[in-house]
């Protein structure tokens, strides 16, 4: 029997007769159902979405799905000499997937920034010889579909190859980076997930509890990230929808946190406002 799928997340919850009765992960403050209510799907082995693979950089791919599926993260797969560490994989098994990574040396382990983004992992480590699946431990009630290959981790952890995984919390108590240290010309960069996000304005990334739901992030909270990004080198970041800071990222997120965290506390104010705090 197949693994049910949410629609609206594209995680996967365990084989059984009936689907469970709610998503946990979209009936949440931080995702959303739409008012028609839950609704499942049995992942599909033979569904046939395009992929599009793009080298984002060496050693880095970027895995896209047409049509996309559930919240419609890309994938990134991080090439190191100690195998392939596959980064939030969509809620999808499909041949055009499975026969990619089949030719480009398979999956050594699989790691997620958050759990909104872990989409089929457990059936890929499955297809792959049950390779560990990264899940933070402070996250651990969110696992939709528990097997052993789920691997918790507090923390920091290695994964493979110098790559390390970093936990930031914020957006989930758990919400991590994955630190490539070789990546960006050997000035490091990170993948961040929904941890940092990127926006529109080139130059800035913010930071939230929800997304979907606009609902922002405690002055602690910001500063707990950028507390927990300080030990690390980097200079580049990839978020999880396309979005890429180049160069200058550690300055990017030290002064979007700032202004961030000065509109949230009333420290900046607009200079039209007549009501503004002196
Ligand atoms: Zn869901
Ligand atoms: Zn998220």
């Given at each position: 029997?197949?693994?049910?799928?949410?629609?609206?997340?594209?995680?996967?919850?365990?084989?059984?007769?009936?689907?469970p009765?709610?998503?946990?992960?979209?009936?949440?403050?931080?995702?959303?159902?739409?008012?028609?209510?839950?609704?499942?799907?049995?992942?599909?082995?033979?569904?046939?979405?395009?992929?599009?693979?793009?080298?984002?950089?060496?050693?880095?791919?970027?895995l896209?799905?047409?049509?996309?599926?559930g919240?419609?993260?890309?994938?990134?797969?991080?090439?190191?000499?100690?195998?392939?560490?596959?980064?939030?994989?969509?809620?999808?098994?499909?041949?055009?997937?499975?026969?990619?990574?089949?030719?480009?040396?398979?999956?050594?382990?699989?790691?997620?920034?958050?759990?909104?983004?872990?989409?089929?992992?457990?059936?890929?480590?499955?297809?792959?010889?049950?390779?560990?699946?990264?899940y933070?431990?402070?996250?651990?009630?969110?696992?939709?579909?528990?097997?052993?290959?789920?691997?918790?981790?507090?923390?920091?952890?290695?994964?493979?190859?110098?790559?390390?995984?970093?936990?930031?919390?914020g957006?989930?108590?758990?919400?991590?980076?994955?630190?490539?240290p070789?990546?960006?010309?050997?000035?490091?960069?990170?993948?961040?997930?929904?941890?940092?996000?990127?926006?529109?304005?080139?130059?800035?990334?913010?930071?939230?509890?929800?997304?979907?739901?606009?609902?922002?992030?405690?002055?602690?909270?910001?500063?707990?990230?950028?507390?927990?990004?300080?030990?690390?080198?980097?200079?580049?970041?990839?978020?999880?929808?396309?979005?890429?800071?180049?160069?200058g990222?550690?300055?990017?997120?030290?002064?979007?946190?700032?202004?961030?965290?000065?509109?949230?506390?009333?420290?900046?104010?607009?200079?039209?406002?007549?009501?503004?705090?002196?």
């Amino acid at each position: 029997m197949r693994p049910w799928m949410c629609v609206f997340c594209a995680n996967e919850f365990p084989p059984g007769e009936t689907p469970p009765a709610v998503c946990p992960i979209c009936d949440d403050d931080r995702q959303w159902l739409p008012v028609s209510g839950p609704s499942w799907t049995r992942l599909d082995e033979t569904a046939d979405n395009v992929l599009t693979a793009r080298e984002l950089e060496p050693g880095l791919i970027a895995l896209s799905l047409h049509p996309s599926v559930g919240i419609g993260q890309r994938g990134l797969l991080v090439t190191t000499s100690e195998g392939n560490i596959l980064w939030e994989p969509p809620g999808f098994v499909g041949p055009s997937l499975v026969d990619w990574l089949d030719a480009h040396g398979g999956v050594a382990a699989i790691a997620s920034s958050h759990p909104h983004l872990v989409g089929a992992s457990v059936s890929l480590s499955h297809r792959y010889g049950r390779v560990p699946v990264f899940y933070n431990d402070s996250d651990r009630r969110w696992v939709t579909r528990p097997d052993p290959v789920v691997h918790f981790w507090s923390d920091t952890t290695d994964v493979l190859g110098g790559v390390r995984l970093v936990q930031c919390g914020g957006h989930f108590p758990g919400s991590a980076v994955l630190h490539l240290p070789a990546a960006a010309d050997g000035r490091g960069a990170l993948l961040t997930g929904d941890t940092v996000k990127g926006v529109m304005q080139p130059g800035m990334v913010t930071f939230m509890r929800s997304y979907p739901n606009m609902i922002p992030l405690s002055p602690r909270l910001v500063c707990q990230i950028v507390d927990r990004l300080g030990d690390l080198r980097f200079d580049r970041l990839y978020d999880a929808f396309g979005v890429v800071v180049r160069e200058g990222a550690r300055e990017v997120v030290e002064s979007s946190a700032e202004r961030y965290i000065g509109w949230v506390t009333d420290e900046i104010v607009d200079p039209d406002d007549p009501h503004a705090p002196s």
